[in-house]
C-alpha cells in the first residue's frame, strides 16, 4: 500500500517523502487505513516506498501488490496531479467497503481510476463497477501489461474482462478500454469497432502518460472503422483452417454444416459479418449467422416478409451465453443490426422498423477463390455503406 496513517489519523503517502523524511517515518508509529493495525515501511534503492502489514496479518488491504501495481497506481495519481486535479490515493468509501486505488473530482463528477494488473472474473468486475456507480462516482479501469495483447495492427486480444468492461455511453463517445505499462509510462487507448469473442478490431492510440490529458482519453478520435484488409484476412482463416482439434461447439458447427451438405469454404459471403454490440456474446457470430441464413432467410421466397419480432423469438437461443456489462450501453441487438447488414447488401427491404422483406437469393460458392473474390466484394459494398453513412 502506498499510504498509512498516523496516530492522530492523518494521512501519509510513501512514494512522495524524501529519504530523510522516510527515515523518520521509520520511527513513526503507522497502521494501516483499513484495520488500524501495525504496518512497516519498506523504503529500499530499488523499488517504490510502501508500506506493508508484518506477515502474519489478516487484512487483505495491500496484501500481494506487485510492484507494477504500486508503480500504476503512483503514475496515476501524479498525472492527475499534474493537471490540478484533487487526488485521493487508496481512498476508502464506507459506505459500498470499496477502496478506490486513486481517486478524483472532475468538474463535479467524481471519477474512481482502478489499476487491474491481476487475473479478475468479467461478475467481480461488474458488481465493483457498479457498486461505485450506486454512489455516482464512475469507476474506469485502466488493465496492467499482462492485459496488453495486441495481435496484428489494428486486431488485439481482449479478455473476458476487457469485453465487460468496455467504457461507452454515456462515458465515452466511442466503446473504449486502456492498459497502461509503468515502465515505459506509456498509456494505450484502444478504441473498438468490433469484437468477436477474444479478437476486437482497435484503433489505438499510444503515448506517455504524461502527454495525456483527461479530456482527451475520453473524447474520440478514432474513425471506427474496421480494416478491410484484417476482416478478409480473418474470413480467409475461416474458410480455410484446419479443425482437427475443434472445441464442442465448433465440432456441433461442422456436423451441422455437414448435414446440409456445407462447407466453411462454400458459405454465402453475408455469413461471418461484422455486427454492433456484439461484444458481450459468447456464441461465434458466423454461427447464428449461418443458422439465420440456412434456417430461415434461405427458405424464403422472394418478396417475403420478415417479422423482426418473429425472427428474434426464432434465434433467441443463441443469445442466451452472454457477458453482463458493467456500464450502461446504448443498446442495439446485434441480430438486428445484422439484419440492416443485409438491407446494405440488397439482400433484405426494410418496409418499418420491425418489417423486412426478402429482396434477392444468396449466392453459394463454389470454390474457395470464388468465395474470396465474393468476400472482397461484400465487404467492399458493406464498408461503403458504413462511410456513406457517415456522412450523412
Known sequence: MLKAMKENGQSVIAFSQSKERLNQLREEKLVCPSCQKPVILKAGSINIPHFAHDYDASCAYGKGETETHLQGKMHIATWLHRQSYPVYLEQYIQSIDRRADVLTKINDTYIAFEYQCSPLEPEELRIRTEDYMRQGIVCVWIFGPGYHKPYQESFYRVAPVIRASLLHHPYAKTPRFFTYEPKSYTLHLHETSFVHQHNAFTTTRSDRVTNWTIPQIFASKAS????????????????????????????????YLYTHSLHPQFLPSCIYLPVANYHLDQTPVYIWQTSFIIDLFNELEQGDELNWYDVYDMMRVFFQNRLTAAYPTSFRHPLYSYLDTLVSLDLLEKRSPSHFVKKADVIFPKTLDEALEQDEATLNQLFNCMLNEKVK
Open 224 to 255: 471506427q472503422s474496421i480494416n478491410l484488409q484484417q476482416w478478409l484476412f480473418q474470413k480467409k482463416r475461416f474458410r480455410s483452417k484446419q479443425r482437427q482439434f475443434a472445441s464442442k461447439i465448433e465440432e456441433d458447427y461442422m456436423n
